[in-house]
């Protein structure tokens, strides 16, 4: 009984020993198909990346685009603001500058008298 018993154990020894084997073969297939993939993937994840980045700078020059157009804007409307301020306030200069004048006709009055009184 013990000695046929024991080809049948060796039997599936070899047996599971190739299997194993097998299974070993597969893995190593099913690595290098999943290191494809993830090379691929990862190009995939890359060129997205890059997409992605090219768009961030699209949009970022554009940002900075914007920006500068709305300060540019922004700027010209202030200044445009200014000027109105500017000219809104003229009138009440001229009556500063008016005054002066004013006091100076008051005074030449007084200096004639001056002169006519040497």
């Given at each position: 009984?013990?000695?046929p018993h024991r080809p049948f154990q060796l039997?599936?020894?070899?047996d599971a020993g190739s299997r194993e084997q ?35 700078q699209k949009q970022q020059q554009h940002q ?55």
């Amino acid at each position: 009984m013990k000695l046929p018993h024991r080809p049948f154990q060796l039997h599936l020894c070899g047996d599971a020993g190739s299997r194993e084997q097998q299974q070993q073969l597969q893995q190593k297939e099913q690595q290098k198909h999943q290191q494809k993939q993830q090379q691929q993937e990862q190009q995939k994840q890359q060129q997205q990346q890059q997409r992605i980045q090219q768009q961030k700078q699209k949009q970022q020059q554009h940002q900075i685009q914007q920006q500068k157009q709305q300060q540019q804007q922004h700027q010209i409307q202030q200044q445009k603001q200014q000027q109105q301020q500017q000219q809104k306030q003229s009138p009440g200069q001229k009556k500063a500058v008016q005054q002066p004048l004013r006091q100076q006709h008051v005074q030449k009055p007084a200096e004639r008298k001056q002169a006519q009184q040497h």
